[in-house]
């Protein structure tokens, strides 16, 4: 039999490349992995490890230099009184903050989900990410002005007469203050506004796969509605609460800008961070301070999952 | 006899879509009654009208005597079966089947033993503790039917619930079906497309073309006896002959159905046609004829159709009782 050549040719570089790549599938897949491997694996979690590492250390007190010797010493400085109070303080606003975004977001993520069509999405698409875009350090100035005593919210409220609910608001002690803009009222407010979009997003996407006939079949089954939102919906929905929320709690765990550009000038982890590292040269103490967060995090998702809250996935 | 379901009037529109139009329809107590029509015929919706997910924009419906118009469907005394089941990913199979006794707050042991009895039922003992994901589409279908019986309804509702099967599972929960629906003797309500499904399964059933009632009766009635141009032609692949066909052979009429088994080929007599193509079915043989440029389909033994060829002059025959006169599409 005559042997005839009937496929077409693969001359040249990428044809050459394509065949390989179908030959040997792992070497695309390596090719395509590779970069992404390096920057996790060296320039992320290594220099993580580097100043984890870092918290082990401690320093000196009276030269101010870092003492390379394994000890939990800057830990028991983490639980001095006024140390203490920075971590109670962030974790309690990251928690409100987290919590009120829930219940902001949820009508909005639900209404995009279940009911906006077409036109609709895109609106409620570029509504949500619209605030993403612009720079986050205009928004919180925008904020600073907008919550100061001399301020628009202030003035709209004295034309509405309702300056007194503001005022009794500022009075209560604590969370209070001279005006919104000092106080952590105003903090937590500019926490809600900016981190908003990263609760809305996972919400809506985790509602996007919550078909109709899961509601139909509940109310078919016997459920009013509220008994169908506790029992079908927000289960379903909870991963994507949970991503939502992984966002905005461990976003305001590390912020330093807002609590010092909005707020009482009373420190939260991240400025704490800041000024150990900085001025104070107490890298092992920032570090140490680094830790919390991610502590947090790490106990907070160990939590969901044992209460069942990836089950849905 | 009391009626299960009754339609009165009934219409949904959906914007300026007619879907459901001026249906009046009685289902008994007690029969298995299937809705049998084309996508878009209004039978879904008229399923989804029983259940209570849709509200008639005009009429009213009773569900065991009962005007239902204003009762929301977690109020109603009818489960429903979904096309894709719908059970809940996040329950395990036990907890899919017990939800409605936990919404009615019934006793833990109870509802478990109850449960249990209805996995039985379906054949699906020691699969409680599974995740929906975790089974076959068959073994899908028996949850949502075990999760729908459970609160024993009157009435139970079934949206093409065989339309996600392979064929031969699908004859097995047909027949499955049907005893499970003698044993318990309330009312099924089936929605389908399949006229094979509804024929094998139904007692009655109504064929709905553009949101109307096109035609209500046994299968034997629709089969046999189609009331219409529509019925006959979407009920199996029945011929219908024009009226001028009729004319041509010196029939009066408006219309007329004729079943391909009743053609029969004779070599002496008979009207003049010719031998489009023909396909060996096993058992028998499928003819495609053509007569006075209109095509007929006849079914014929093997036998009598093995000598056969394309483009050969047949002749062909029927008896004038198996040429039903038809009215013109309602």
Redesign the interface.
């Given at each position: 039999m005559i042997h005839t050549h009937t496929l077409p040719d693969n001359k040249g570089l990428m044809a050459k490349l394509s065949d390989l790549f179908w030959r040997r599938p792992w070497v695309l897949l390596l090719a395509l992995l590779l970069p992404a491997i390096l920057w996790l694996g060296i320039i992320y979690i290594g220099s993580l490890v580097a100043l984890l590492v870092q918290s082990f250390f401690s320093i000196d007190e009276f030269s101010g230099l870092i003492k390379y010797e394994l000890t939990l010493k800057t830990y028991l400085e983490l639980l001095r009184p006024a140390n203490l109070d920075i971590i109670v303080r962030t974790v309690t606003m990251a928690t409100s903050v987290t919590v009120a975004a829930v219940v902001v977001a949820f009508p909005i993520a639900f209404y995009a989900a279940r009911y906006a069509r077409g036109r609709w999405k895109v609106v409620f698409y570029v509504g949500v990410m619209l605030p993403l875009w612009s720079s986050y350090l205009v928004k919180v100035y925008a904020w600073k002005l907008i919550l100061a005593k001399e301020g628009i919210l202030n003035w709209i409220l004295a034309k509405l007469h309702l300056g007194w609910a503001l005022d009794g608001i500022l009075s209560i002690p604590v969370i209070g203050g001279n005006s919104l803009s000092v106080s952590y009222i105003g903090t937590f407010f500019v926490f809600l506004y900016v981190w908003l979009p990263f609760m809305v997003l996972p919400m809506q996407a985790a509602l996007e796969r919550v078909?109709n006939?899961?509601l139909?079949?509940?109310?078919?089954?016997?459920?009013?509605p509220s008994?169908t939102f506790w029992?079908?919906v927000f289960?379903?929905a909870l991963p994507g609460i949970i991503a939502g929320s992984i966002f905005t709690f461990s976003l305001t765990l590390g912020d330093y800008i807002i609590p010092q550009i909005v707020g009482s000038s009373r420190l939260f982890i991240g400025q704490a961070v800041y000024s150990h590292q900085g001025t104070a040269g107490n890298i092992p103490l920032a570090a140490a301070f680094t830790v919390v967060p991610i502590v947090i995090m790490a106990f907070y998702l160990w939590f969901a999952k044992r209460k069942?809250a990836f089950?849905?996935l | 006899m009391t009626s299960a379901v009754q339609f009165e009037k009934v219409s949904k529109h959906f914007n300026n879509v007619r879907a459901v139009d001026d249906v009046d329809l009685t289902i008994n107590d007690g029969e298995f009654f299937a809705m049998l029509g084309p996508s878009g015929s209004g039978k879904t919706t008229c399923l989804r009208l029983i259940a209570g997910f849709e509200r008639p924009t005009s009429g009213e419906i009773s569900v065991l005597g009962e005007p239902v118009k204003n009762v929301p469907p977690y109020r109603r005394n009818v489960n429903t079966v979904f096309q894709d089941y719908a059970l809940f990913p996040h329950l395990s199979v036990a907890e899919n089947v017990s939800y409605a006794l936990k919404i009615k707050k019934i006793d833990k042991t109870i509802r478990r033993t109850e449960t249990e009895n209805l996995l039985d039922m379906v054949r699906l003992q020691g699969y409680g503790d599974r995740k929906p994901s975790e089974l076959s589409g068959g073994q899908r279908q028996r949850v949502a039917l075990a999760r729908a019986l459970i609160s024993k309804p009157k009435v139970l509702l079934l949206d093409e619930p065989l339309g996600a099967l392979d064929l031969k599972l699908r004859e097995e929960m047909q027949e499955e079906l049907k005893s499970l629906q003698r044993t318990l003797g309330i009312t099924f309500v089936f929605v389908t497309h399949d006229q094979g499904e509804a024929f094998s399964m139904a007692d009655r059933l109504a064929v709905f073309n553009e949101g109307r009632v096109a035609q209500l009766g046994t299968p034997e009635d629709i089969y046999y006896r189609p009331k219409n141009a529509f019925v006959a032609s979407f009920v199996g692949t029945s011929n219908v002959l024009s009226k001028n066909l009729l004319n041509s052979l010196g029939i009066e009429g408006f219309a007329a159905s004729l079943r391909p088994e009743d053609i029969n080929i004779d070599s002496e007599n008979g009207i003049a046609a010719r031998l489009i193509s023909k396909s060996f079915l096993g058992s028998a043989t499928r003819l495609s004829l053509e007569i006075n440029k209109e095509r007929l389909t006849a079914l014929v033994d093997y036998a009598q159709g093995q000598h056969l060829k394309e483009n050969d002059e047949v002749r062909v025959s029927w008896k004038s009782s198996a040429l039903h006169m038809m009215q013109p599409a309602p």
């Amino acid at each position: 039999m005559i042997h005839t050549h009937t496929l077409p040719d693969n001359k040249g570089l990428m044809a050459k490349l394509s065949d390989l790549f179908w030959r040997r599938p792992w070497v695309l897949l390596l090719a395509l992995l590779l970069p992404a491997i390096l920057w996790l694996g060296i320039i992320y979690i290594g220099s993580l490890v580097a100043l984890l590492v870092q918290s082990f250390f401690s320093i000196d007190e009276f030269s101010g230099l870092i003492k390379y010797e394994l000890t939990l010493k800057t830990y028991l400085e983490l639980l001095r009184p006024a140390n203490l109070d920075i971590i109670v303080r962030t974790v309690t606003m990251a928690t409100s903050v987290t919590v009120a975004a829930v219940v902001v977001a949820f009508p909005i993520a639900f209404y995009a989900a279940r009911y906006a069509r077409g036109r609709w999405k895109v609106v409620f698409y570029v509504g949500v990410m619209l605030p993403l875009w612009s720079s986050y350090l205009v928004k919180v100035y925008a904020w600073k002005l907008i919550l100061a005593k001399e301020g628009i919210l202030n003035w709209i409220l004295a034309k509405l007469h309702l300056g007194w609910a503001l005022d009794g608001i500022l009075s209560i002690p604590v969370i209070g203050g001279n005006s919104l803009s000092v106080s952590y009222i105003g903090t937590f407010f500019v926490f809600l506004y900016v981190w908003l979009p990263f609760m809305v997003l996972p919400m809506q996407a985790a509602l996007e796969r919550v078909p109709n006939s899961y509601l139909e079949a509940s109310a078919d089954l016997g459920a009013k509605p509220s008994k169908t939102f506790w029992s079908v919906v927000f289960p379903l929905a909870l991963p994507g609460i949970i991503a939502g929320s992984i966002f905005t709690f461990s976003l305001t765990l590390g912020d330093y800008i807002i609590p010092q550009i909005v707020g009482s000038s009373r420190l939260f982890i991240g400025q704490a961070v800041y000024s150990h590292q900085g001025t104070a040269g107490n890298i092992p103490l920032a570090a140490a301070f680094t830790v919390v967060p991610i502590v947090i995090m790490a106990f907070y998702l160990w939590f969901a999952k044992r209460k069942g809250a990836f089950d849905a996935l | 006899m009391t009626s299960a379901v009754q339609f009165e009037k009934v219409s949904k529109h959906f914007n300026n879509v007619r879907a459901v139009d001026d249906v009046d329809l009685t289902i008994n107590d007690g029969e298995f009654f299937a809705m049998l029509g084309p996508s878009g015929s209004g039978k879904t919706t008229c399923l989804r009208l029983i259940a209570g997910f849709e509200r008639p924009t005009s009429g009213e419906i009773s569900v065991l005597g009962e005007p239902v118009k204003n009762v929301p469907p977690y109020r109603r005394n009818v489960n429903t079966v979904f096309q894709d089941y719908a059970l809940f990913p996040h329950l395990s199979v036990a907890e899919n089947v017990s939800y409605a006794l936990k919404i009615k707050k019934i006793d833990k042991t109870i509802r478990r033993t109850e449960t249990e009895n209805l996995l039985d039922m379906v054949r699906l003992q020691g699969y409680g503790d599974r995740k929906p994901s975790e089974l076959s589409g068959g073994q899908r279908q028996r949850v949502a039917l075990a999760r729908a019986l459970i609160s024993k309804p009157k009435v139970l509702l079934l949206d093409e619930p065989l339309g996600a099967l392979d064929l031969k599972l699908r004859e097995e929960m047909q027949e499955e079906l049907k005893s499970l629906q003698r044993t318990l003797g309330i009312t099924f309500v089936f929605v389908t497309h399949d006229q094979g499904e509804a024929f094998s399964m139904a007692d009655r059933l109504a064929v709905f073309n553009e949101g109307r009632v096109a035609q209500l009766g046994t299968p034997e009635d629709i089969y046999y006896r189609p009331k219409n141009a529509f019925v006959a032609s979407f009920v199996g692949t029945s011929n219908v002959l024009s009226k001028n066909l009729l004319n041509s052979l010196g029939i009066e009429g408006f219309a007329a159905s004729l079943r391909p088994e009743d053609i029969n080929i004779d070599s002496e007599n008979g009207i003049a046609a010719r031998l489009i193509s023909k396909s060996f079915l096993g058992s028998a043989t499928r003819l495609s004829l053509e007569i006075n440029k209109e095509r007929l389909t006849a079914l014929v033994d093997y036998a009598q159709g093995q000598h056969l060829k394309e483009n050969d002059e047949v002749r062909v025959s029927w008896k004038s009782s198996a040429l039903h006169m038809m009215q013109p599409a309602p």
